[in-house]
């Protein structure tokens, strides 16, 4: 069987892809009116999983769950193979081979995932991706495809084309990828959004950078044409993954048939995708004979449950609408003008990391609101808010709520997969919120290190010892006050108890 040379050499980082979470896959098809499986006894099938780096973290938060990915990288597979068996899975399957030639007896699924693909195979692949989704989808199952988007990339097409040019390919991806940076290092660009993109790349990873911008095929798409072709294989849309800054909202829509709604709301997809010029899309499909899914009903956001991790230096008015802004950690900003919202929002922040429902925060938010003079109620115009910043992923959602474990005081723990992860150099270490954090060799060695049994004294003591070794000199009052930092961060980033 061929592998991929390109994937063997330069394989992909292997991150886990919060949007593809089968937790958050469900909610937002039942935000869509649709019914899909609970993530907690669910099969799910990744096609093109690499090492496997998406899937594994999965399948150690939802034991009762069965995973299987397949990919054409040898190499990769491999390694994904290694990790599991190291991490004690039972769970989990990797196969190598193609998904235009899959086993028969895999069985059905109710979530398949395909990401980073659709776009960069070729066309009978591509094909074979959605007949695969249509004949192993089971009546309820969601699929997730994501793809590079035609109305984004006409203006990205001009950098690949100008790299491409200065391409040898009779090196290796890594070194093709070497001479590439120096031609970025040189590139002007008068065009903001160029600019701003060649300023990324400068600094992007060798494997974006080779598989995006250097690989044989790079294939964007209309909306129309990516629904065309899963209608062709008997898939309709169900709605995005991705972060948005506009969501559709079809007014007078009051008579029509279920299926005439969802033609009107397509044609009002691809126009928004030419105003966002979007770039990249993650989306949802399901079969043609299962119920029709509409646009998002706000509404059904009061039976779920919220997450996120936000901060305001703003000095927040809960009376007015007056715009103002929420941060994350990572610096991402978000607007929000709507005063309960503000205010909910206040109350989630406190909540971080817990996952709270949607009652417990509204119990929390309307009396602060209130207090600050918000005379106003809890109506579809707060629902419609709420989903925006949604959308926007300046909020995660979650099908239940859940509250931090108390942790045993003096003993810490990490995750055995943490364990296993921090142990390997090369993985990420991953939170339950399907998020790779990044930590450097102490805090590495640290998660390694934290088997519940250890207490907090003797881990300064090793650290204190450890340091000693590199010879960094610290007392024991010091080494133990990096460690309770260290298992704060960590509880803070949702990896321990
Ligand atoms: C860009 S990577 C994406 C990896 C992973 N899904 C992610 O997003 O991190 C594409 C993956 O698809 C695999 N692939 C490409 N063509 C394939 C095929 N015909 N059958 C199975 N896997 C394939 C490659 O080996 C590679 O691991």
Not at 29 to 47: C, I, P, T, Y
Not at 259 to 275: K, P, Q, T, V
Not at 384 to 408: K, M, N
Not at 460 to 485: C, F, P, W, Y
Request: hydrophobic fraction near 40%; charge should be negative; proline fraction near 5%.
């Amino acid at each position: 069987m061929n592998t991929l040379s390109s994937y063997d050499e330069l394989p992909y980082e292997r991150l886990p892809l919060p949007e593809t979470e089968p937790d958050f896959l469900a909610v937002l098809a039942w935000l869509h009116g649709f019914e899909a499986s609970d993530a907690r006894a669910a099969r799910v099938l990744e096609l093109g999983c690499a090492q496997g780096g998406n899937l594994i973290p999965m399948a150690t938060r939802y034991p009762g769950s069965e995973f299987i990915g397949v990919d054409l990288s040898r190499v990769q597979v491999e390694e994904g193979r290694a990790f599991i068996e190291r991490a004690g899975l039972g769970n989990i399957r990797l196969l190598h081979g193609d998904i235009a030639s899959l086993p028969e007896n895999l069985g059905t699924f109710d979530y398949i995932i395909a990401h980073g693909v659709y776009s960069w195979v070729p066309e009978f692949v591509r094909e074979a991706v959605l007949a695969v989704c249509r004949r192993l989808l089971k009546p309820q199952g969601v699929a997730y495809i994501s793809f590079n988007v035609e109305a984004g990339w006409k203006l990205y097409r001009q950098i690949r084309e100008m790299l491409l040019k200065q391409d040898d390919v009779s090196l290796s991806p890594m070194q093709r990828v070497m001479r590439v940076k120096e031609t970025l290092a040189g590139m002007q660009e008068a065009d903001e959004r160029l600019a701003k993109e060649i300023g990324y790349l400068k600094t992007a990873s060798p494997s974006y950078l080779f598989h995006e911008y250097l690989s044989d095929i790079n294939q964007p798409f209309s909306f129309e044409a990516f629904v065309e072709s899963a209608a062709r294989h008997g898939l309709r849309y169900l709605g995005e993954a991705g972060p948005r800054r506009a969501r559709v909202v079809l007014e007078n829509d009051w008579g029509l048939s279920a299926e005439a709604r969802h033609e009107r709301w397509l044609e009002a997809e691809a126009r928004l995708d030419e105003a966002l010029q979007t770039r990249f899309r993650r989306a949802l499909l399901v079969r043609d004979d299962a119920t029709v899914p509409s646009p998002q009903q706000p509404d059904r956001l009061a039976s779920l449950s919220f997450s996120a991790e936000l901060s305001s230096d703003d000095e927040l008015d809960f009376s007015e609408f007056t715009e103002q802004h929420f941060q994350t950690r990572t610096g991402e900003r978000y607007p929000v003008s709507h005063p309960l919202l503000k205010a909910y929002l206040v109350a989630l922040a406190g909540a971080w990391p817990e996952v709270v429902d949607y009652q417990t925060l509204l119990d929390h938010a309307l009396p602060l609101a209130r207090e600050y003079g918000f005379i106003g109620e809890v109506d579809e115009a707060f629902n419609e808010t709420l989903l925006d910043f949604v959308q926007l992923h300046g909020i995660r959602l979650h099908s239940q709520p859940r509250a931090l474990e108390d942790a045993e005081i003096g003993l810490p723990q990490s995750t055995p997969l943490a364990r296993t992860q921090a142990k390997s150099p090369e993985w990420p270490v991953t939170n339950v919120f399907h998020q790779a954090l990044d930590l450097d060799e102490w805090g590495r060695w640290l998660i390694t290190s934290m088997d519940g049994i250890t207490p907090v004294e003797a881990l300064a003591r090793l650290l204190e010892e450890k340091l000693m070794d590199s010879g960094i000199q610290s007392g024991q009052e010091q080494a133990t006050e990096v460690v309770e930092n260290y298992i704060a961060f960590f509880r803070q980033q949702g990896l321990v108890g």
